[in-house]
């Protein structure tokens, strides 16, 4: 019993951490049943251009406030929250995050159209791995470093596992999730490549780019095809990229990370 309502309080507070964590600050209206997604369709037009320049933390000074487009992504009001500051390192200016023992990240609400603008490129620097963390296990589910997509979608072509997956962080929590949610993530030992489910929602897949102490300490450059990731991810074409967000946890393992995020933009292949 006591085994069984554990697994209940983690089930619950699952689902309270990705109803928060990302388009936090979207509020739900009658049209929207099911996912959040929908009021960034309808508020932001689509990018457009050959580039579209999410993060240019390195155009900003050190010390600088953030642009307020970068809105906190609150994991849960009671856990502690990740540092984020512009500091210069290594000659350019970047995002520093510092958890300790903490879980928060920042999100920008931006409209990409991943059939236009299917690559992603970003760069990172982790300071160090996390001890403990193992992205299987809901009580090691941290990492030194996180880039997060959510997408819109339609939730009438969800199971019913997932429909009560959202109906139930809704009424939980009062606010709906994304439709889907792709994570790029820093395993310690996962090889690179691999698709995680979260430990406790189909609607977020996580994939490792990076394994391992070998990169620890250097800057580490990627490009994704986020069209293809969210096809083998969740076996269907992608809708509306509508938040893009960055975060360092450390809470689950009561450990602490530093880790510094460089610019991030999306290219056409028009």
């Given at each position: 019993?006591?085994?069984?309502?554990?697994?209940?309080?983690?089930?619950?507070?699952?689902?309270?951490?990705?109803?928060?964590?990302?388009?936090?600050?979207?509020?739900?209206?009658?049209?929207?049943?099911?996912?959040?997604?929908?009021?960034?369709?309808r508020e932001l037009p689509r990018e457009a251009g050959e580039a579209v320049p999410v993060a240019r933390f390195s155009r900003r000074a050190e010390g600088e406030a953030l642009a307020p487009d970068?809105?906190?992504?609150?994991?849960?009001?009671?856990?502690?929250?990740?540092?984020?500051?512009?500091?210069?390192?290594?000659?350019?200016?970047?995002?520093?995050?510092?958890?300790?023992?903490?879980?928060?990240?920042?999100?920008?609400?931006?409209?990409?159209?991943?059939?236009?603008?299917?690559?992603?490129?970003?760069?990172?620097?982790?300071?160090?791995?996390?001890?403990?963390?193992?992205?299987?296990?809901?009580?090691?589910?941290?990492?030194?470093?996180?880039?997060?997509?959510?997408?819109?979608?339609?939730?009438?072509?969800?199971?019913?596992?997932?429909?009560?997956?959202?109906?139930?962080?809704?009424?939980?929590?009062?606010?709906?999730?994304?439709?889907?949610?792709?994570?790029?993530?820093?395993?310690?030992?996962?090889?690179?490549?691999?698709?995680?489910?979260?430990?406790?929602?189909?609607?977020?897949?996580?994939?490792?780019?990076?394994?391992?102490?070998?990169?620890?300490?250097?800057?580490?450059?990627?490009?994704?095809?986020?069209?293809?990731?969210?096809?083998?991810?969740?076996?269907?074409?992608?809708?509306?990229?509508?938040?893009?967000?960055?975060?360092?946890?450390?809470?689950?393992?009561?450990?602490?990370?530093?880790?510094?995020?460089?610019?991030?933009?999306?290219?056409?292949?028009?």
């Amino acid at each position: 019993m006591l085994r069984s309502r554990l697994r209940g309080e983690g089930m619950k507070a699952s689902i309270l951490i990705f109803a928060t964590l990302l388009l936090g600050g979207c509020a739900l209206t009658p049209t929207e049943e099911l996912v959040s997604s929908g009021a960034v369709v309808r508020e932001l037009p689509r990018e457009a251009g050959e580039a579209v320049p999410v993060a240019r933390f390195s155009r900003r000074a050190e010390g600088e406030a953030l642009a307020p487009d970068w809105e906190p992504m609150i994991v849960l009001p009671s856990k502690p929250r990740t540092r984020y500051q512009l500091v210069r390192r290594d000659g350019t200016v970047a995002l520093q995050a510092v958890a300790e023992k903490s879980a928060s990240g920042k999100v920008r609400r931006i409209r990409i159209d991943p059939s236009r603008h299917p690559t992603v490129e970003w760069r990172w620097r982790v300071s160090s791995l996390i001890p403990g963390a193992d992205k299987r296990r809901a009580s090691g589910e941290d990492s030194p470093a996180r880039l997060i997509l959510s997408f819109h979608g339609d939730p009438a072509k969800l199971d019913f596992e997932a429909r009560t997956q959202l109906r139930f962080a809704k009424a939980l929590s009062g606010q709906a999730l994304p439709y889907a949610t792709l994570m790029y993530v820093w395993s310690n030992s996962v090889p690179v490549g691999t698709v995680l489910d979260n430990p406790h929602t189909s609607r977020v897949k996580m994939i490792v780019v990076e394994s391992g102490p070998g990169g620890v300490g250097k800057w580490r450059s990627y490009q994704r095809n986020v069209r293809e990731d969210y096809r083998r991810a969740f076996g269907e074409e992608p809708w509306d990229v509508v938040a893009v967000g960055m975060m360092t946890d450390a809470d689950n393992t009561g450990q602490s990370a530093r880790s510094y995020y460089g610019d991030i933009t999306f290219l056409s292949d028009l």
